[in-house]
């Protein structure tokens, strides 16, 4: 890469709001930890952007997975279906509760777990269903809340990259016992570290708020009749997060444009895939998802150094979790192995403008040229 040449990272986080404001006001107000007014009024302000009764601030996505699963009572040698194709902590969340993580498939236009799929993995061990809404696009949730009920089964939804995706204009994270968010920087709206859970289900709400401050008795201040965690989320994370909240749905606007800007320019880009969007649903576009047809991982990685070395950094989709050597594997997961295998993500952030994607799209136009030659 010439020096003079830009370099368009995958991702920065967009601070363009009252972030400076309210983090200045969290910390001038002295309460900087776990109590403050920001903190409530994050979650409130959460919860009302998605339509539930409650959402409870924790320090990041992660623990909020693995604090859903300990608030249900899912622990040692319980069973819990996840899809295969996951970032990491879909499963290590399962893994720190003492639960075994059963991989799934996935379906190849949606991302998500197969329902097909689901069944021939329940045994009597299995206690719930982790869907994922990958990179944004929503999992199939009316078929995973239907087998769900027939088996007696907790649905507890990943809605990590999520924010704003929809089902039939009802936002994901409120159709399971629960749903969990992240906030990392990368995400459609952040808080640098945190996550968030909701739910409808106000004593659930109740013990997940009790879990997440070391189990401190609500009517006996230091007194612990068992073991929770310390999983709060700071006053000035929350200040941050409800700067960004303010912003939401220009953001997911802007992500929308920066889609179809990328959809427009590389629409004649033969054996290149961007991401779907099912009929009923809304994406979020997390991630600007970009998938080689017919591609394996070495020649798609030759297609990310190549962009590189031209300027276009990009990341390789999620390696299929059951890959991982402490992860209960090998899985039977054929089309989460190909996606994976054959995916990567482009530059995805809202300071993009049409000469930037001009910019970028002639790249992979290039870069996709060179590939037709080496395949």
């Known amino acids: ?21 309210y983090v200045t006001d969290a910390v001038q ?3 900087v930890s776990s109590l403050g007014t920001y903190v409530t009024r994050f979650e409130e302000d959460f919860a009302s952007f998605c339509g539930v009764e409650h959402a409870i ?27 295969d194709l ?13 639960a075994i993580p059963v991989f799934c498939d996935v379906e190849p ?3 998500g777990i197969d329902p097909a799929r689901i069944e021939a993995l329940i045994t009597p061990k ?50 399971g016992a629960c749903g969990t968010f992240s906030f990392y920087a990368n995400k459609n709206m952040t808080t640098g570290e945190g996550g968030m859970i909701t739910t409808d289900d106000g004593a659930l709400a109740r013990e997940i708020r009790v879990l997440r401050d070391h189990a401190m008795s609500p009517q006996k201040r230091y007194w612990h009749d068992r073991m929770g965690f310390n999983y709060r989320m700071t006053n000035m994370q929350a200040a941050l997060g409800c700067a960004q909240l303010e912003q939401i749905d220009d953001f997911l606007g802007k992500r929308r444009e920066l889609f179809h800007g990328y959809a427009e320019r590389l629409a004649a880009v033969p054996g290149l895939r961007l991401n779907r969007e099912a009929a009923g649903t809304t994406n979020s576009y997390w991630m600007i998802c970009a998938e080689i047809e017919g591609a394996d991982a070495k020649t798609r990685d030759r297609v990310c ?14 390696y299929p979790m059951s890959d991982m050597p402490y992860t209960p594997g090998p899985a039977d997961t054929p089309v989460a192995h190909q996606v994976a295998a054959q995916g990567f993500n482009l530059p995805t952030y809202l300071t993009l403008d049409p000469n930037d994607l001009d910019a970028i799209c002639k790249t992979v136009r290039t870069v ?8």
């Open 305 to 318: 150094a190549a962009l590189k070395t031209h300027g276009v950094d990009t990341r390789p989709y999620f």
């Open 1 to 21: 890469m010439t020096e003079d040449r830009k370099f368009y990272p995958v991702s920065m986080p967009t601070l363009l709001g009252r972030e400076l404001d």
């Open 57 to 83: 601030c924790v320090s990041n996505g992660t623990v909020a997975l693995h604090l859903a699963l300990h608030a249900l009572g899912i622990g040692a040698g319980d069973e819990v279906i996840v899809p």
């Open 29 to 31: 107000s002295g309460w």
């Open 109 to 111: 236009e949606s991302l």
């Open 368 to 375: 996709m040229a060179d590939y037709r030659a080496w395949a």
């Open 86 to 98: 996951s970032f990491i902590a879909t499963a290590n969340a399962v893994l720190m509760s003492g």
């Open 126 to 175: 299995t206690r719930a269903i982790m869907p994922v809404h990958l990179y944004g696009h929503p999992a199939p949730m009316a078929r995973i809340l239907e087998i769900a009920q027939r088996h007696d089964l907790h649905v507890i939804e990943d809605a990590a990259e999520a924010h704003g995706s929809r089902i039939d204009g009802r936002c994901v994270g409120t159709f």
